[in-house]
């Protein structure tokens, strides 16, 4: 999860060098287009894989809103600095949880609510409306955080059905065409360096992904998920070493209050798993 964290902020880092020479929706068009690639060892598990209508429907949504997240986040790149960029992006999994109470049906328990609560309070504390502007970088990271809340649950559905790499595969072609006629309305010919840049991005992405399974194969949730706070430190350490960004103590405090609050929801969900396959002492184990 330390390397997972490295390699997040390394994907921001790279995209804030782009600047906003680029648009929005082309530069992650082409971080999704040059990522293909990187799929070409998966094909012979992603052609055995047969979707029916119902898949179809459930990756073309995941596509749309993934897409417009995207196109959200490397706007917002652009235009803030990195922690408050890592920091609001720990909403999702928020996000993921109110969802899941209102769409999928899981029980929203005291606990669950007061925490979904206070990483909302932890967003507030970041924005800090009417103390600061409120530009529109923060706003689309709070949309961005939505979106990708909303992807997640889909890929959950998804997942009860066909392989994880099948999910990827499908995020990653869905998105490339659902963000192609974005890009194409407002097109700017990159340079070879931002070409460049834009395959270390999927490269990265991609090979965070895989060290993030590593972890999770490794160790339970609850261990797992307070490690995300990481990617903050990372983010301020860079923000403020490379980009010349001042150290926001209120974004640090926000984080910590967001990631606080999902590494409880965290812990709470595997401690109720943990109850539910756990048998009494007098039954049988196997």
């Not at 070409?40 to 749309?64: H, K, N, Q, S, Y």
């Not at 959950?156 to 595969?169: G, T």
């Not at 339970?220 to 903050?232: D, G, H, N, R």
Request: net charge positive; aromatic share 8%.
């Amino acid at each position: 999860m330390i390397i997972t964290g490295i390699l997040f902020v390394g994907v921001t880092a790279l995209v804030k060098t782009i600047g906003t020479r680029i648009p929005a929706a082309e530069a992650a068009f082409l971080r999704y287009a040059l990522g293909l690639a990187l799929l070409v060892p998966a094909l012979p598990v992603i052609l055995r894989t047969r979707l029916t209508g119902r898949l179809w429907t459930v990756f073309g949504i995941r596509g749309a809103v993934h897409t417009v997240g995207v196109a959200l986040w490397f706007f917002a790149m652009a235009r803030i600095p990195l922690a408050d960029v890592t920091a609001m992006n720990f909403l999702a999994p928020i996000y993921v949880t109110i969802g899941a109470a209102l769409f999928l049906g899981e029980r929203l328990a005291l606990r669950r609510l007061i925490a979904v609560l206070l990483a909302l309070g932890g967003a507030v504390i970041i924005l800090r409306p009417g103390l600061r502007e409120v530009g529109p970088g923060h706003m689309a990271m709070v949309l961005t955080a939505i979106c990708f809340g909303a992807s997640y649950l889909l890929a959950k559905l998804a997942s009860n059905e066909v392989s994880p790499v099948a999910v990827v595969a499908m995020l990653s072609v869905t998105v490339t065409i659902g963000l192609a006629p974005l890009a194409a309305l407002d097109w700017v010919t990159p340079t070879l360096l931002e070409l460049a840049t834009l395959f270390g991005v999927a490269a990265l992405a991609t090979g965070g992904h895989y060290t993030m399974t590593l972890a999770f194969k490794a160790a339970p949730l609850a261990v797992t998920q307070p490690m995300t706070f990481l990617q903050l430190v990372w983010a301020v350490l860079l923000g403020a070493l490379v980009f010349g960004e001042g150290v926001d103590p209120f974004v640090l405090l926000g984080g910590t209050v967001i990631v606080g609050s999902v590494s409880f929801i965290t812990w709470r969900e595997a401690m109720l798993k943990r109850r539910a396959i756990t048998p009494l002492s007098n039954a049988t184990k196997f």
